[in-house]
């Protein structure tokens, strides 16, 4: 893959990871799989867990990058970006150049 678009994070991550070929991107935009846990901690630990440790290194040795974004974050400090965001995506499914099914 060239690029992967990853809501969950958590275990997924690392089949991302396996997937991207040579100068591929993972997005991670979410942790779904965390939500909802009633554990706490344990559940956040367990979470990190499953994804693993990256070492800087091997992004470099194998071409490959990750970029994080909270979207609660870009929320709550750039609310018109996400509402501007919003906006193309109903604008492009409206005209019919995003599909949704």
Do not use: Y
């Not at 100068?23 to 706490?40: A, D, Q, V």
């Not at 559940?43 to 990256?54: A, D, E, P, Y």
């Amino acid at each position: 893959l060239d690029v992967s678009f990853n809501p969950v994070a958590g275990s997924t991550f690392k089949k991302d990871w396996r997937l991207l070929g040579n100068g591929g991107s993972l997005l991670l935009f979410g942790g779904s799989e965390r939500s909802g846990k009633k554990w706490g901690i344990l559940s956040t630990l367990n979470f990190v867990r499953k994804m693993g440790i990256i070492i800087p290194i091997t992004l470099m040795m194998r071409s490959k990058s990750i970029i994080g974004v909270n979207m609660l974050k870009v929320a709550d400090h750039k609310p018109f970006t996400i509402q501007h965001c919003l906006t193309e995506v109903v604008r492009l499914a409206i005209d019919g150049t995003l599909q949704c099914k």
